[in-house]
């Protein structure tokens, strides 16, 4: 900078490589780096920190000790489903081979990495680094280098460790499930490269994200297809060695072309990423799934362009209008059209696997796909949550509110059950099943809706040891809320389905927990 007592900034001489903006001069070799501009800002943090050499020890076998824990929980519920997916545990029925289910599992796994992925970023500099970094003239390759290379190993650790879980869980061998994780690392890396690639285009990032979730939901829907082909054996997702190495040798040249793109991310791409990155974060540490969904569907959220606007001609009276404004909004989402038919065909595969055909792990399957299917048609009540006025505005008591919000889900829930019964109905010649499901169905929309008014996690309560560390009750009681009226609320049919039999006395039975699970969903509190 000038003297100000000194001559005018016009009459000083222009060094060669320096530029001048009025008064000012500035010399490129002065210019901090990414990666000094981060180091410094680590050196000015560790500064203020009181953390000692003992402190950081601990800190590390910490996170040993947790990742020690979470693989041997990985293993031992890979090796419990491995018994229960037991192919000799039914005999004599149409089930799907070990390869079959190790190929439909991976697949959906790697599909739901790459959405993962693309939503959250890959690549970003956080909160802080968007408002510091970010408009500094530093390189961006060099901001946003720790999170590259978290991504990537991420990628491909956690390709390769689910699909070797899937692997150990269907009944693979030592050496196909070790092919079968070479294979799923390679394309777990691979994946996310693409998904970082495309980060720099908002377009591209929401059709991959929306592709990723199509490919999901077409998982169930071909297995469905193998087993009315009476496919039962698929071969395992599982390379040969040559040609997972290939594979990995296509994932590292596309790591090192997005390596060489990273200078590409404007500013709105990562305060945008970083925006998703804050919300799951932050839903993570409280413990709120409504959040977390939230956040993911925002994250891969398309602009639908109406061409030619609803004119709802055949809507009567204020609860129609909520009804057909809720099925205009599951209408208007590609993803959860097609997450709702892969929910469909899944009630029907995973009967086809030795456990889950009858009796507990049949209720189980039909418990949580019904409650998935009821969440994708709640979108209208858990808007109506975040933004009150939306129900404010309508003329109705915000009973009969809820109650409306309470039949998309309804209608959701019954088309994935519905298809799950049919099985039982054809089996048994016995239409009771079908019954029991559509009043089951009723209890999944009020669980559903239960559960997207819930209140905010409350995190003024005691704390309750884990391992985890310390939870707030409070925030542990809001999970809860929606999730026991699915289960308690599906009792008649899991009795049903126990027994093997479903009588009168259990439709009967759903019939009265299905008005009593719609009165506790619909219940307001009164105003103090």
């Not at 959906?108 to 408009?135: M, N, Q």
């Not at 939901?217 to 040609?243: I, N, T």
């Not at 039909?366 to 998935?372: E, N, R």
């Not at 404010?392 to 799950?420: D, I, N």
Request: charged fraction near 15%; charge should be positive.
């Amino acid at each position: 900078m000038t003297d100000p007592d000194g001559p005018p900034a016009a009459t000083h001489p222009v060094e060669p490589g320096t530029q001048t903006v009025g008064a000012l001069r500035t010399d490129p070799d002065e210019l901090l780096t990414g990666r000094e501009l981060r180091r410094l800002t680590a050196r000015a943090a560790a500064a203020r920190a009181d953390a000692g050499p003992g402190e950081i020890v601990v800190d590390v076998a910490y996170a040993v000790v947790s990742v020690a824990l979470a693989t041997g929980w990985v293993v031992g519920l890979a090796s419990m489903l491995r018994s229960t997916l037991d192919p000799g545990a039914t005999a004599g029925t149409p089930v799907l081979g070990p390869g079959a289910v190790q190929a439909l599992g991976a697949s959906a796994l790697l599909a739901f990495l790459t959405g993962t992925a693309v939503r959250l970023g890959p690549v970003g500099a956080g909160s802080g680094g968007v408002r510091w970094w970010v408009p500094t003239p530093a390189d961006r390759r060099g901001l946003v280098s720790p999170s590259f290379v978290r991504a990537v190993l991420l990628g491909g650790v956690l390709g390769a460790v689910g699909t070797a879980a899937v692997s150990v869980a269907a009944g693979l061998d030592v050496a196909p499930a070790l092919r079968a994780a070479l294979t799923g690392g390679a394309l777990g890396l691979l994946l996310v490269a693409v998904a970082g690639l495309v980060q720099p285009s908002p377009r591209a990032s929401g059709a991959l994200a929306r592709a990723s979730d199509v490919a999901v939901a077409a998982v169930p829907v071909a297995g469905l297809a193998l087993v009315v082909a009476g496919r039962s054996g698929l071969p395992a997702l599982a390379a040969p060695p040559l040609v997972a190495l290939g594979l990995l040798a296509v994932a590292a040249v596309l790591v090192l072309r997005w390596w060489r793109d990273l200078e590409s991310l404007g500013a709105t791409v990562l305060r945008a990423q970083s925006s998703v990155a804050d919300q799951v974060g932050g839903a993570v540490l409280s413990f709120d799934t409504r959040d977390l969904g939230r956040a993911l569907r925002r994250a891969g959220a398309a602009r639908v362009r109406v061409r030619r606007p609803h004119r709802f001609r055949a809507v009567r009276g204020a609860f129609g209008a909520v009804v057909a404004a809720d099925l205009v909004l599951l209408g208007r989402s590609p993803s959860a059209l097609a997450q709702l038919v892969g929910l469909g065909a899944l009630t029907v595969v995973a009967q086809q696997v030795p456990g889950l055909g009858s009796g507990f792990g049949l209720f189980a399957v039909l418990v949580a796909v019904g409650l998935g299917a009821a969440v994708l048609g709640a979108e209208g009540a858990r808007t109506a949550e975040m933004a009150p006025v939306v129900d404010t505005l309508v003329p109705l008591a915000a009973r009969w509110t809820r109650l409306a919000r309470a039949v998309v889900p309804t209608l959701t829930a019954a088309v994935c059950l519905l298809a799950g019964s049919a099985p039982l109905v054809v089996a048994s010649g016995d239409a009771r099943w079908a019954a029991l499901a559509t009043l089951t169905a009723v209890v999944q929309g009020a669980a559903a809706v239960r559960s997207a008014y819930r209140e905010p996690p409350n995190w003024g309560g005691p704390l309750l040891a884990t391992p985890a560390g310390g939870v707030p009750t409070g925030a542990a009681a809001v999970l809860r809320k929606g999730p026991d009226v699915a289960v308690l609320g599906a009792v008649p049919l899991g009795v049903a389905l126990l027994v093997g039999t479903a009588g009168w006395g259990a439709v009967l039975a759903q019939a009265l927990v299905a008005v009593v699970a719609l009165a506790v969903a619909t219940h307001v509190r009164a105003a103090r």
